[in-house]
């Protein structure tokens, strides 16, 4: 599979994530009364991270169809991703912290701790040294695998929000 078809797999993938989760959560909402919190907060991170999926698996053919240069596409493209990635990853930290509810303690102790701390913020400073051109021609392989992380760390949550719904008594 080319690069190109990897975007376009990745955006395929990005939006069943999105639908499905949807499903589930208002069949589960309907059966079980109001959703917690934590699920709440996982299938907004895990939409938000689709979307961005998305977006970005298609953001290179806009700017391939403005006749730019492959590798200041790439470039471009990473640093854009790397921008909004990190302005959500941030806005994730201080929702986090900025919460005194039992629910957003959880979050971070059930296994985010990595994805919010490690391995987004790798990702985000891999785009960002993209955009610089550190990565010299391995520039488009290095967005191919942050768009692939992004769908990882969605379908993370997605498993985390199917987990603890299915895990919900319904007295």
């Known amino acids: 599979m080319k690069g190109m078809e990897f ?95 039992k629910d957003a303690v959880q979050f971070i102790r059930r296994g985010n701790r990595v994805n919010l701390y490690v391995t987004q913020p790798v990702c985000i400073v891999c785009l960002f040294g993209g955009a610089l051109g550190l990565w010299g021609d391995l520039v488009g392989f290095v967005y191919l695998c942050a768009i692939f992380v992004l769908l990882l760390v969605g379908a993370y949550l997605f498993m985390g929000l199917v987990l603890s719904m299915s895990m919900r008594r319904t007295d």
């Open 7 to 101: 975007l376009f797999v990745v955006a395929q993938i990005s939006v069943v994530y999105v639908g499905f989760a949807t499903l589930i959560v208002v069949v589960v909402q309907q059966f079980s009364g109001a959703r917690a919190e934590i699920e709440v907060t996982r299938l907004h991170s895990m939409m938000l991270l689709s979307l961005l999926a998305v977006a970005f698996s298609l953001f290179p053919y806009l700017l391939f169809s403005l006749d730019l240069p492959a590798r200041t596409v790439w470039r471009i493209s990473s640093f854009v991703l790397g921008l909004l990635w990190l302005a959500f990853n941030l806005q994730r930290i201080f929702w986090i912290r900025s919460r005194e509810h």
